[in-house]
């Protein structure tokens, strides 16, 4: 099994900066991608962006030239910087930690509890 903890939610003024982080614990292959998605009231899931453990990034649109990885990543965490944050980034935050299917046989994903994100003035 896999747990997922994360942290750093809150609110934070417009232009402003937060930091999620996340730490998976339990039985961790070494393939695997890591991420970040967020549901806004009334709205589906959405990606925000997700990190493999190779270090390749993705980065929604909507992220792009705002949010990133920090360099140095350890094994197992997948800490989000989000800089210049807008009203619209308001949401509940979700860690992601996915296996592919070639790896195990079949895909898994696990989830987090979610973080609250809160952007207004």
């Known amino acids: 099994q896999v747990q997922l903890v994360e942290s750093g939610g809150g609110l934070v003024q417009p232009g402003g900066s937060l930091r999620l982080s996340c730490v998976a614990s339990?039985?961790?292959?070494?393939?695997?991608?890591m991420g970040w998605y967020r549901q806004a009231p009334g709205k589906q899931r959405e990606l925000v962006a997700t990190?493999?453990?190779?270090?390749?990034?993705n980065y929604a649109d909507s992220a792009k030239g705002r949010f990133t990885f920090p360099s140095g990543n350890a094994k197992n965490t997948a800490f989000l910087q989000m800089n210049s944050l807008k009203p619209e980034d308001t949401a509940v935050y979700y860690c992601?930690?996915?296996?592919?299917?070639?790896?195990?046989?079949?895909?898994?994903?696990?989830w987090g509890q979610g973080t609250q994100v809160t952007v207004s003035s």
């Open positions: 992601n930690l996915e296996f592919p299917a070639w790896l195990i046989g079949r895909k898994q994903v696990y």
């Open positions: 990190i493999t453990s190779d270090g390749t990034t």
């Open positions: 339990g039985s961790i292959y070494r393939i695997y991608t």
